[in-house]
């Protein structure tokens, strides 16, 4: 009986290795600690304004640290981020904002169109303060 034991011991660990190096790609190629984004503003069809936001260290942005601890604290989600409390003008000039990258091994594929860039900035933050 012992060496049965003993067989069906060793035959797990070598499928549990086996099971490692399966998994092992998987989670390299997904990268959870890669976190960049390329961030655009287009105004009535013109891109005005883009940049790759990297983080870790934050770089590529006017203001990479802030923008990055907000999406952290999102979680990458960029609809998560609170809204900001201010008046924004009723003028309307249209701006889309789009973000495609990684976040935490995520794909990120953000397109929104606001009312102005007042509103822009109110619902995210400094992802999107790029022309400063």
């Not at 997904?30 to 984004?37: A, E, H, K, T």
């Not at 069809?45 to 601890?69: E, I, M, V």
Request: aromatic share 6%; glycine share 8%.
């Amino acid at each position: 009986m012992t060496y049965f034991t003993r067989a069906t011991a060793a035959a797990g660990v070598l499928l549990a290795a086996a099971g490692l190096l399966a998994v092992g790609p998987a989670q390299a190629a997904s990268r959870p600690g890669v976190n960049r984004l390329h961030l655009a503003i287009t105004r009535s069809g013109d891109r005005a304004d883009s940049a790759l936001l990297r983080c870790l260290p934050p770089q590529g942005h006017p203001y990479a640290a802030q923008a990055c601890a907000e999406l952290m604290a999102a979680r990458g989600d960029i609809d998560r981020i609170p809204a900001r409390k201010v008046f924004c003008p009723r003028i309307y000039s249209p701006v889309t904002a789009t973000a495609r990258g990684r976040w935490n091994g995520r794909i990120v594929d953000f397109r929104r169109t606001y009312t102005n860039s007042c509103e822009l900035r109110a619902r995210t933050g400094a992802v999107f303060a790029l022309d400063d």
